[in-house]
């Protein structure tokens, strides 16, 4: 069976949409062409004959005995329409000139042996000639005076040659085309509207087939992106993950279709659980890359027991990135692991914006910055690493967060800052995780207002219970609750 050729149904469009441009150019083209070659020539004769006709009369009424007597009407028809009229003059059949315009002397006289084809062809319109203020075409017709007495003169020259009249004389005008194409300057104008038109489409139709490729190729493009958030968001801890000793909520806004930043949170052995924040430096699809490479290294990662097992891990993630990464490429991050039987938060801030402890020990909570650690990941290869210890009374939150939140900026250039981070936590101390989570994005956004996020905001909110020994979870928890209101 023969294969179907790729995008049929475009190039079939492509060529259509080309064949009509050429036929729509192809004929405002001619119908142009008819017009200002045929059309215009047509007026101006017809102009041409309107005038004669006006000498004539003009003629009877100022009883012109011959045509040496028109040339002031001749001179002031000129002047009432200069735009118009060329010249005018009067020609009689040996060549001599019997009354003409002032302008008259920069135009053609007819040649004595052309003057019976005047009679002959008077239906064919002439070619146009460039005068002196324009291209203009001249009409001859023989001038009729109509009524007006034949000199005694010119009666005895005719009885002399048996009765045969001598021609008459030729009235000739010409007419200027600008003067008469103004008839057709809105037809003309559409001609052209309509070859532009054509000349615009077959342009779009050849940009839309030379930039095909491209379009398709951007498309697939896309389509792997959205293939590749939908991976990124695969690889984040799902929502309803539940632990014994840790309620979370977390969410990642990037603002490209994938993002550089990375959270997790995930049971080590011995009980604990681990939680992760990180930001990759730049945003798109070579800081998600990154972001991938480090979340599975840290997942790798054994830091349960002693704080050095903790360190030489981020030292090794750090020497990793320092190899395999451009120094321009560098990652913070946060990396905490809560014991429960101890009730005690190790961690790592590598450079990181600092985490947020909110401790509920009185009527007031009370805020602790988490900044101990060391530098960023993937700059300096001989970097070290330091762990540090909170302890943790149940119930405590932590809130880790990204800069794209604390440097998301409105319309005036304003940050959103630490201090509003701090009013919206406080706003609800004692709520659940997903509600502080929520509330604290949509501040953010708030405070947007219509701008769009410049960076990936991530957020993760975690409560963190003690439990004890030999009971179950939800007892441990009631305990610890009871004693705390005691």
């Not at 009407?73 to 001599?96: C, F, H, S, T, Y």
């Amino acid at each position: 069976m023969k294969r179907r050729p790729r995008y049929l149904l475009f190039k079939l469009s492509v060529a259509f949409g080309l064949t009509l441009g050429m036929i729509l150019l192809a004929n405002s083209i001619l119908t142009y062409r008819y017009v200002a070659g045929v059309m215009v020539r047509q007026e101006a004769r017809r102009e041409a004959e309107r005038r004669m006709l006006s000498i004539g009369r003009a003629g009877r009424l100022t009883h012109a005995r011959g045509p040496e007597d028109l040339g002031p009407v001749l001179e002031e028809m000129v002047k009432e329409a200069p735009q118009q009229l060329a010249w005018i003059r009067i020609v009689a059949a040996d060549g001599r000139i019997l009354a003409q315009t002032e302008k008259a002397r920069f135009g053609v006289t007819i040649a004595p042996g052309r003057f019976r084809r005047v009679f002959g062809d008077r239906e064919r319109i002439p070619e146009p000639m460039e005068v002196r203020d324009g291209p203009a075409i001249v009409i001859a017709n023989p001038l009729r005076m109509g009524g007006a007495p034949r000199p005694a003169a010119n009666r005895r020259a005719d009885a002399g040659r048996g009765g045969r009249r001598e021609l008459p004389p030729v009235l000739e005008i010409a007419i200027y085309l600008d003067g008469v194409s103004v008839n057709y300057g809105q037809l003309r104008r559409n001609l052209i509207i309509a070859s532009s038109a054509a000349i615009a489409l077959m342009i779009a139709v050849a940009i839309i087939a030379l930039r095909f490729r491209h379009y398709m190729a951007g498309r697939r493009i896309e389509q792997e992106l959205a293939v590749a958030r939908r991976v990124q968001f695969d690889l984040f801890p799902p929502v309803d993950l539940h632990s014994r000793s840790v309620d979370f909520a977390a969410e990642c806004v990037p603002a490209a279709q994938v993002g550089g930043d990375l959270y997790d949170v995930f049971e080590a052995g011995g009980g604990e659980v681990c939680m992760v924040l990180g930001d990759v430096s730049g945003k798109g699809l070579p800081a998600a890359l990154l972001m991938g490479v480090v979340q599975g290294a840290v997942r790798a990662s054994r830091i349960t027991g002693a704080p050095v097992n903790h360190e030489d891990a981020a030292a090794r993630l750090n020497h990793l990135l320092c190899q395999k990464t451009a120094r321009e490429r560098f990652v913070s991050l946060f990396w905490g692991c809560f014991d429960p039987l101890e009730s005690r938060l190790s961690y790592i801030n590598a450079g990181h914006l600092p985490p947020l402890l909110v401790k509920r020990d009185g009527p007031v909570p009370r805020l602790e910055r988490l900044e101990e650690g060391g530098p960023v990941l993937g700059v300096l290869p001989a970097a070290q690493y330091r762990q540090a210890h909170c302890n943790i009374d149940s119930g405590d939150l932590l809130i880790v967060y990204s800069d794209g939140i604390l440097e998301a900026a409105n319309e005036a250039g304003e940050e959103f800052g630490e201090e509003r981070i701090i009013a919206s936590i406080l706003r609800h101390p004692a709520a659940a995780p997903d509600e502080i989570c929520r509330g604290i994005l949509a501040d953010v956004k708030g405070f947007l207002g219509r701008e769009l996020p410049q960076d990936d905001q991530t957020l993760m909110v975690a409560r963190m219970w003690r439990l004890l020994p030999d009971m179950p979870d939800a007892a441990a928890r009631a305990v610890e609750a009871d004693a705390r209101v005691n």
